[in-house]
């Protein structure tokens, strides 16, 4: 085999492998990480694993082709300079956040933008995104609301009745007095 054969083959296992990340996330983040040291890498990268996101420095040609047709196409235009792409599979509000977090601690490290759902969302908007209530957090908030509303309708029927109970006791108490 030659040597050029080798590298486009083991090009497109990359791009195959992205493009299987890509059209998997809910989330591709795209990050400036220039001048951050292997040790803050290895620290990103353990930080956002721990949060079930992948992340990944790759080509802008081979990425561009990862995405291309896929969910995430709408980055494909937005692929320039040096970028670390982190892919979110679960929730994209969480890896916003351990994004955003991190931009916050380091001087080195932020955030370009992102491709949710196939719509493009600038570094702005996924900091907004990464103040919203992950999606834990809304189904305790949601199941606390549908808790409290059989509650409420049983302490009403109960007081209720209490109140029934404590007229009856008086006009039984009354009617033995007379």
């Known amino acids: 085999m030659e ?9 497109n296992e990359i791009i ?3 493009r299987a990340r890509a059209d998997r996330a809910g989330i591709v983040v795209v990050t400036d990480f220039r001048g951050m040291t292997v040790e803050e890498l290895t620290e990103l990268r353990s930080k956002l694993r721990a949060a079930g996101i992948d992340y990944q420095v ?5 990425a561009r082709l990862a995405v291309k047709n ?6 494909k235009d937005h692929l320039i300079e040096n970028n670390g792409i982190a892919f979110g599979y679960e929730d994209p509000v969480v890896a916003a956040k351990v994004l955003v977090d991190y ?3 380091s001087k080195k490290f932020s955030v370009k933008l992102a491709c949710l759902s196939g719509k493009i969302i600038d570094a702005a908007g ?4 990464s103040k919203l209530p992950s999606k834990p957090e809304l189904l305790a908030m949601t199941l606390g609301t549908m ?7 049983v302490s009403l029927f109960a007081n209720v009745i209490r109140g029934a109970l404590y007229a009856l006791t008086a006009i039984k108490e009354k009617k033995e007095a007379a």
Do not use: S, W, Y
């Not at 040597?3 to 090009?11: D, I």
């Not at 808790?147 to 309708?153: E, L």
């Open 3 to 11: 040597v050029g054969t080798v590298q486009r083959a083991q090009k």
């Open 16 to 18: 195959e492998k992205l």
């Open 58 to 62: 790759v080509k802008n040609t081979l």
């Open 70 to 75: 896929g969910v995430h196409d709408a980055l």
């Open 103 to 105: 931009a916050k601690t």
């Open 126 to 129: 996924v900091a907004e995104l």
């Open 147 to 153: 808790n409290a509303v059989p509650t409420n309708f």
